[in-house]
């Protein structure tokens, strides 16, 4: 068995963090905003289960807010924030 950084520390942090509950999501299967890193359909259900009644269209629009503060935020200069 070769000894390598994916054998020694990435395969065994995985490991890990699933177990404790976070989901690990292939490179092949990543569905998210460029711009954002975010994963629109993970951010989504999240809003959903914290918000039960909201409407679908809401949490889009939140979802389009917090990409306008994430692209905002990143213009501004350090000491401002």
Excluded: C, W
């Excluded at 976070?22 to 999240?46: A, C, G, K, V």
């Excluded at 289960?49 to 809401?58: A, M, V, Y």
Aim: hydrophobic share 40%.
């Amino acid at each position: 068995m070769a000894f390598n950084e994916n054998s020694r520390v990435k395969i065994l942090a995985l490991l890990h963090l699933m177990k404790l509950g976070y989901t690990y999501i292939p490179l092949r299967e990543y569905i998210r905003r460029e711009d954002t890193n975010i994963f629109e359909s993970i951010f989504l259900e999240s809003l959903q289960k914290i918000n039960p009644s909201t409407q679908l269209e809401e949490l889009k629009r939140v979802l389009d807010e917090v990409s306008l503060e994430l692209d905002f935020g990143e213009k501004l200069p350090a000491q401002n924030r």
